[in-house]
């Protein structure tokens, strides 16, 4: 649950930044064609003006140095089969944009094909693209992207195949306006794509994706890999809603620490599925771990016999079936089913749908409705005490201590969560800091450094004792059965 707020609005004070020189009065570098050799744009040179299709062949790299503006006609398009490396900085950040004088809303795009060179783009904003579904478009291919702003393009701003990609620190802006209607079915995503090379990696992480419409998701990906080989790892990112899925996925994935809001299926989505923070199917596992999910029609879809673990994740405020297995959707088969440990469900209703006898499903340790409790061990239903639900701040309130986001401290409460100290015994309490009870709390920051602390009354232990491993300033037979349980983890 990273929080992307200052690195987001120093993209913004950046862009904002090119402004202090103007593109209209500088003389623009022409370019097209192919490169011979090794090229460096200079910000002495800038800005370029790509006036058809410039291409970057094999063995040769084009470098782009900070602060440079690229400004490409109609048919201005960047073709790599060598290598691109356009390494900004957060206070001069590279541009590739249109050139609005030439008359047309778009340019073509960026396209890296089959090219296994360490292909970067870093503190930049790439805008009005679009050749002719895509931005940026990456074929058995490298690339990396981190601290990018992708903007103005109502097609898929990234379109990967069996290629490996890294998206960190991003900002994928909202693709329609609040009174858009969305322009196409399906095609308007963040980012779509298929299939990652055995050697490869797939690594989506620190970013934010803004909202979408209609039948379109954030992120659509599909691959036929499963473990030991690469997988899709969706990492610590905040999806700000949309009328269709966060990610339909039809592949193995791992799904940690993300944030996903206000995804509910809306008027222009005339599809017959629902809205889900997660469409799961193929019969593939899918790996949920300590994410947040609030104000959405559902949490996920598991479909087509596929299984979802999920553990310590924090759903609120859910308004239909949070994690369903069957609804009688054309189309679709009932999911295989899912293993759930260590989450809170709150102010959700109906928490599963489609549980069958032929379902392979348990929920241990859990906080939910009583009719779910027979499904394992462990589980409780009560309030659980969030520091402010009615702000999505689903820390759990604490009298030894609580993490305050908004302050970015420690601080107390009146009151503890009965989560706390409740998730199973044999999980790994991972980073949570002192006291904690040397046992892991349910819910999303379970296991992490802002975990609330374990309270065992007046005064707070705040000394840490050799032997003492849960926290309450004494050795006893309860650290010594703590030890014992972890002794082989």
């Given at each position: 649950?990273?929080?992307?707020?200052?690195?987001?609005?120093k993209l913004?004070?950046a862009?904002?930044?090119?402004?202090?020189?103007?593109?209209?009065t500088?003389?623009?570098?022409?370019v097209?064609?192919?490169?011979?050799?090794?090229?460096?744009?200079?910000?002495?040179?800038?800005?370029?003006?790509?006036?058809?299709?410039?291409?970057?062949p094999v063995?040769?790299t084009?470098?782009i140095?900070?602060?440079?503006?690229?400004?490409a006609?109609?048919?201005?398009?960047?073709?790599?089969h060598?290598?691109?490396?356009a390494d900004?900085?957060?206070?001069?950040l590279?541009?590739?944009?249109?050139y609005?004088?030439?008359?047309?809303?778009w340019?073509?795009?960026?396209?890296?094909?089959h090219?296994m060179?360490?292909?970067?783009i870093?503190?930049?904003v790439?805008?009005?693209?679009r050749?002719?579904?895509?931005?940026?478009?990456?074929?058995?291919s490298?690339?990396?992207?981190?601290?990018?702003?992708?903007?103005?393009?109502?097609r898929?701003?990234?379109r990967?195949?069996?290629s490996s990609l890294?998206?960190r620190n991003c900002?994928?802006?909202?693709?329609?306006d609040?009174n858009?209607?969305?322009?196409?079915?399906?095609?308007?995503?963040?980012l779509?794509?298929?299939?990652v090379?055995a050697?490869?990696?797939?690594?989506?992480e620190?970013?934010?994706?803004?909202?979408n419409?209609?039948?379109?998701?954030?992120?659509d990906?599909?691959?036929?890999?499963?473990?030991p080989?690469p997988?899709p790892h969706?990492?610590?990112?905040?999806?700000?809603?949309g009328g269709?899925d966060?990610?339909?996925?039809e592949?193995?994935?791992?799904?940690?620490?993300?944030?996903?809001?206000?995804f509910?299926?809306?008027?222009?989505?005339?599809?017959?599925?629902?809205?889900?923070?997660?469409?799961?199917?193929?019969?593939?596992?899918?790996?949920?771990?300590?994410?947040i999910?609030?104000?959405?029609?559902?949490?996920?879809?598991v479909k087509?016999?596929a299984?979802?673990?999920?553990?310590n994740?924090?759903?609120?405020?859910?308004?239909?079936?949070?994690?369903?297995?069957?609804?009688?959707l054309?189309?679709?088969?009932?999911?295989?089913?899912?293993?759930?440990?260590?989450?809170?469900?709150?102010?959700?209703?109906?928490?599963?749908e489609?549980?069958v006898p032929?379902t392979?499903?348990?929920v241990?340790?859990?906080?939910?409705?009583?009719?779910?409790?027979?499904?394992?061990?462990?589980n409780i239903?009560?309030?659980?005490l969030f520091?402010d639900?009615?702000n999505?701040d689903y820390?759990?309130?604490?009298?030894?201590?609580?993490?305050?986001?908004?302050e970015?401290?420690?601080?107390?409460?009146?009151v503890?969560?009965?989560?706390?100290?409740?998730?199973?015994p044999a999980s790994l309490?991972?980073l949570?800091?002192?006291?904690n009870?040397?046992?892991?709390?349910?819910g999303?920051y379970?296991?992490?450094?802002?975990?609330s602390?374990?309270y065992?009354?007046?005064?707070?232990?705040?000394?840490i004792?050799?032997?003492d491993l849960?926290?309450d300033?004494?050795?006893?037979?309860?650290?010594?059965?703590?030890?014992a349980?972890?002794?082989?983890?």
């Amino acid at each position: 649950m990273t929080n992307l707020k200052a690195h987001v609005s120093k993209l913004v004070l950046a862009v904002c930044s090119l402004g202090i020189l103007s593109p209209s009065t500088l003389a623009d570098t022409p370019v097209a064609g192919m490169l011979i050799e090794d090229t460096t744009w200079t910000a002495a040179n800038s800005p370029y003006r790509v006036t058809g299709v410039l291409t970057i062949p094999v063995n040769v790299t084009l470098t782009i140095e900070p602060g440079i503006i690229v400004k490409a006609d109609p048919a201005g398009k960047i073709v790599i089969h060598g290598g691109l490396v356009a390494d900004g900085t957060p206070e001069a950040l590279i541009r590739f944009t249109r050139y609005a004088s030439a008359g047309s809303t778009w340019w073509q795009g960026l396209s890296f094909d089959h090219t296994m060179q360490d292909n970067r783009i870093r503190y930049a904003v790439v805008e009005y693209g679009r050749s002719p579904d895509c931005m940026i478009d990456v074929q058995t291919s490298r690339l990396t992207l981190e601290y990018v702003t992708l903007d103005h393009c109502d097609r898929f701003r990234i379109r990967t195949v069996n290629s490996s990609l890294i998206v960190r620190n991003c900002h994928f802006v909202d693709i329609f306006d609040p009174n858009q209607p969305p322009t196409t079915d399906n095609r308007s995503e963040h980012l779509w794509g298929s299939g990652v090379p055995a050697d490869g990696w797939f690594i989506i992480e620190n970013n934010v994706f803004g909202t979408n419409k209609g039948h379109n998701d954030a992120i659509d990906f599909d691959s036929t890999t499963t473990p030991p080989q690469p997988i899709p790892h969706i990492r610590n990112n905040i999806f700000l809603g949309g009328g269709d899925d966060a990610l339909d996925l039809e592949c193995d994935a791992h799904i940690e620490g993300n944030v996903f809001m206000n995804f509910i299926k809306d008027r222009y989505n005339t599809a017959s599925g629902e809205g889900n923070c997660l469409s799961a199917g193929s019969g593939r596992h899918y790996v949920m771990i300590r994410n947040i999910f609030y104000n959405a029609h559902h949490v996920a879809q598991v479909k087509n016999d596929a299984f979802l673990t999920f553990i310590n994740n924090t759903v609120a405020d859910v308004l239909r079936e949070a994690i369903y297995f069957d609804l009688d959707l054309p189309g679709r088969q009932p999911g295989k089913g899912a293993y759930v440990e260590n989450c809170i469900f709150y102010n959700t209703p109906k928490v599963f749908e489609g549980v069958v006898p032929t379902t392979d499903f348990a929920v241990n340790y859990s906080n939910l409705p009583v009719a779910w409790h027979t499904y394992g061990t462990g589980n409780i239903e009560t309030d659980p005490l969030f520091a402010d639900p009615n702000n999505h701040d689903y820390h759990l309130k604490s009298q030894a201590g609580r993490w305050d986001a908004n302050e970015g401290r420690w601080t107390t409460d009146s009151v503890t969560s009965p989560c706390i100290d409740a998730g199973n015994p044999a999980s790994l309490i991972g980073l949570e800091p002192f006291p904690n009870g040397g046992r892991i709390n349910m819910g999303a920051y379970g296991g992490t450094t802002q975990a609330s602390k374990s309270y065992f009354g007046e005064p707070i232990c705040e000394t840490i004792v050799a032997g003492d491993l849960n926290g309450d300033c004494k050795v006893d037979f309860v650290d010594i059965e703590i030890m014992a349980r972890h002794w082989l983890q």
